[in-house]
Each structure stands twice: as C-alpha cells, then as structure tokens.
C-alpha cells in the first residue's frame, strides 16, 4: 500500500505525508540498559533491515519507536540525537517517539537534554519529526480530555515556544477512540471533522493515521474500513482558514 501510494504521488505531485513503521519487540523498543548512542546505533540497523528497498527515502518517513518509557526522557534524548545522525548519514526522512496516547508529561519535553534534541528537529522541518499517539480512550467521544489527550501535540508547541525552539513536524501516527472501538460511522465522521478542524489549524501537523485496519482489536478493521469512502469525500472537500 505504502509503495502504491509512493508512486501516485510521484505522479500526481500531492504531498501526502507516508510513513513506514516496522513492529517487533526489538524493532519498535530501544534496549535501554545500554548506553543511549550505542542503543540507537544497535536500534537503527535493526529498523532499517526492515525498510522495503522499494520505498523512496525521499518521499515515505521511517517510524523507528512505537510507545516507550516516558520515564527515561533524557535518555530517549541522547538516543534520539544519535539516530538523527543516522538518519542524516543513510539519507532517511526520520520520526522519533512514537508516544503512547496521553504522554508524555510536559516536563518530560522540557529537560535540557530533550530541547537540545527539538531544536535539532524543529531546525530540519522536511526530514526529522516527532511522531505522537492521539486517543480519547472513549470510544463514543473524540473530545473527552482533550486537549489532554486529543490535542496534547499542543503542549510540545507550547514548550517550543517557550524555549525560541521552531515547531517541529508532527505526525499522530496513531489516532483515534479506543484500540479495539470506534463509533457508528455517521457518528465517527462528525468527530473526526472536529479533531481535523483542530489540527488543521497547524500546518506543521502533517496528518493523523486513524487506528486500525489490521487484523485483531475485535475486528476492528471492519469499522475502519468504512471510513474509508467518507474520509475521501471529507478530505477532498474541506479546507481550513489559517490562523
């Protein structure tokens, strides 16, 4: 799919935003009783073992982290600064993190370690960005907590600010009601024109990935794929005034 939708892009010049994510303990979770630098390098060559050889570096970002340790932010930070580099040197459009719904705290984003990493990714917009998990956790209301948990995006914005740090790229990789739920069609779509509404007034969000057309999460993927059709129409006919 992630190929498909490479070369319509390479046709049509749409800038649709396309990201690869490898699962797999070791794939998706760093081994944090290493030192961070050699964690990433360890890290890195595992991910990247798995990237298809006929995805475009330039056009499909590589996801490496999915839903870690909020507790180890400032070795998260080393060891994001060091796949950086890595991404920088193999030629790779890179997203870090990869946090699970409602995280991380605020100050987790705020240790001098972990700012020192945002001004690298919010200085380099097109080929680094921090990837974010966006969940209600009710499967009748995308609004329920939000901005706490819908929205949260807007306190890493809020402390890059703060610190003359550029808003880096976002990408909600993740994003939706619950991992296993979703509302009645009709009622989902209301919803997410809201969320939509929400993070269309910041263009350094570049999408939100609705959860999950995959196999399990009590047939989930049923009520996904019924979005699909509607989601088309929506994205095709909606346009939002920037601030």
């Given at each position: 799919?992630?190929f498909?939708?490479?070369?319509?892009?390479?046709?049509?010049?749409?800038?649709?935003?396309?990201?690869?994510?490898?699962?797999?303990?070791?794939?998706?979770?760093?081994?944090?009783?290493?030192?961070?630098?050699?964690?990433?390098?360890?890290?890195?060559?595992?991910?990247?073992?798995?990237?298809?050889?006929?995805?475009?570096?330039n056009?499909?970002?590589?996801?490496?982290?999915?839903?870690?340790?909020?507790?180890?932010?400032?070795?998260?930070?080393?060891?994001a600064?060091?796949?950086?580099?890595?991404?920088?040197?193999?030629?790779?459009?890179?997203?870090?993190?990869?946090?699970s719904?409602?995280?991380?705290?605020?100050?987790?984003?705020?240790?001098?370690?972990?700012?020192?990493?945002?001004?690298?990714?919010?200085n380099?917009?097109?080929?680094?960005?921090?990837?974010?998990?966006?969940y209600?956790?009710?499967?009748?209301?995308?609004?329920?907590?939000?901005?706490?948990?819908?929205?949260?995006?807007?306190?890493?914005?809020?402390?890059?600010?703060?610190?003359?740090?550029?808003?880096?790229?976002?990408?909600?990789?993740?994003?939706?009601?619950?991992y296993?739920?979703?509302?009645?069609?009709?009622?989902?779509?209301?919803?997410?024109?809201?969320a939509?509404?929400?993070?269309?007034?910041?263009?350094?969000?570049?999408?939100?990935?609705?959860?999950?057309?995959?196999?399990?999460?009590?047939?989930?993927?049923?009520?996904?794929?019924?979005?699909?059709?509607?989601?088309?129409?929506?994205?095709?006919?909606?346009?939002?005034?920037?601030?």
């Amino acid at each position: 799919v992630l190929f498909e939708a490479q070369e319509l892009m390479r046709v049509s010049g749409v800038p649709h935003t396309l990201v690869f994510r490898a699962t797999g303990n070791e794939i998706e979770v760093p081994n944090y009783d290493l030192p961070p630098e050699e964690a990433a390098r360890l890290h890195w060559a595992a991910n990247v073992a798995k990237w298809p050889p006929e995805l475009d570096k330039n056009m499909v970002w590589l996801e490496t982290m999915n839903e870690l340790d909020k507790n180890r932010s400032v070795w998260l930070a080393q060891f994001a600064m060091e796949e950086a580099r890595l991404a920088e040197r193999d030629g790779f459009k890179w997203a870090a993190f990869g946090w699970s719904g409602g995280e991380p705290e605020p100050f987790d984003w705020s240790t001098p370690e972990m700012l020192a990493f945002l001004r690298v990714v919010g200085n380099n917009p097109h080929r680094l960005a921090i990837a974010l998990h966006e969940y209600s956790f009710d499967t009748n209301a995308l609004q329920t907590g939000s901005p706490y948990l819908i929205g949260r995006f807007t306190q890493l914005y809020d402390i890059c600010s703060a610190n003359n740090i550029p808003w880096p790229t976002v990408m909600i990789t993740e994003f939706g009601w619950s991992y296993d739920n979703m509302p009645s069609t009709d009622e989902a779509m209301k919803q997410i024109a809201w969320a939509a509404e929400l993070y269309g007034r910041y263009p350094t969000v570049k999408g939100a990935a609705v959860w999950y057309l995959g196999s399990g999460y009590a047939e989930l993927h049923d009520k996904t794929q019924r979005l699909i059709a509607p989601m088309k129409d929506f994205s095709l006919s909606t346009r939002y005034q920037l601030p």
